[in-house]
């Protein structure tokens, strides 16, 4: 038990002191029955400048494009996709993040930070499943994204699927994925493999959000040190049934 404990507390630790490109991503979410741009930490969920959501693309199950229209709030993004999609596309930039010398993050790039310590330029890729029967539809290309080799939905908790991480298209080798972002940030799974392939564990039957982060650093620039990018992964793996 003390082990656990203090494994738990030192993650705590880790992810309290980690830049924000760490700690932070953004994910599709059903809100009030919308699809809502979910900006948070673990189960966190932050508001945020709308015009940090980039862009939105949503896909049918057999692979042609909707239409899908942002919907700024005050602090958040409503996404309105013309028809049920089989997945959502997101890209949302995080902007400058930089580390004072009192050890506090401000969204500013690191030459408008006295004294900055370091500094991450932070970008935010995720993919919604939403609706996929059989096959899974064609992914649009995102710089760091998590794609799931089988289709998870319908899988029940305890169940295993394969997924796959891709940077810039290629395969990503030697990442955990976390399993469970929103509910148990700590949990990870094995390192993916040098075709950037992972078996993973089902965690909900509900919503499940997977993520994953690398950075890569940044030469001769004066505003950050490194590009942070972070990538979920997001379904539902028993849809509800309105009541």
Not at 32 to 56: I, L, M, Q, R
Not at 58 to 64: F, K, L, S
């Amino acid at each position: 038990m003390n082990n656990l404990v203090s494994m738990f507390a030192a993650a705590g630790l880790m992810l309290a002191t980690a830049s924000p490109a760490f700690s932070h991503g953004a994910w599709v979410a059903e809100r009030w029955g919308e699809f809502a741009v979910v900006y948070g930490h673990g189960a966190g969920d932050d508001g945020y400048d709308p015009a940090k959501v980039t862009k939105a693309t949503a896909m049918a199950e057999d692979g042609i494009e909707i239409a899908v229209r942002t919907e700024p709030a005050e602090n958040h993004v409503l996404l309105k996709p013309e028809r049920e999609p089989a997945l959502i596309a997101l890209e949302f930039d995080n902007g400058y993040w930089s580390e004072g010398a009192d050890r506090k993050w401000l969204n500013k790039p690191k030459n408008a930070v006295p004294g900055a310590r370091r500094a991450t330029r932070t970008i935010k890729n995720s993919i919604a499943l939403i609706q996929a029967h059989d096959t899974l539809p064609a992914f649009p290309p995102q710089t760091l994204q998590i794609v799931p080799l089988d289709n998870p939905i319908g899988l029940k908790p305890g169940a295993t699927y394969r997924i796959r991480v891709l940077f810039e298209g290629k395969p990503l080798e030697g990442k955990e994925i976390m399993l469970d972002y929103a509910g148990l940030p700590e949990l990870v799974s094995a390192k993916t493999d040098a075709k950037g392939e992972a078996e993973v564990t089902l965690r909900n039957a509900g919503l499940n959000v997977l993520a994953v982060s690398h950075d890569v650093p940044l030469e001769g620039s004066s505003a950050a040190d490194e590009t942070g990018y972070t990538a979920t992964l997001t379904f539902v793996a028993e849809p509800h049934v309105d009541e």
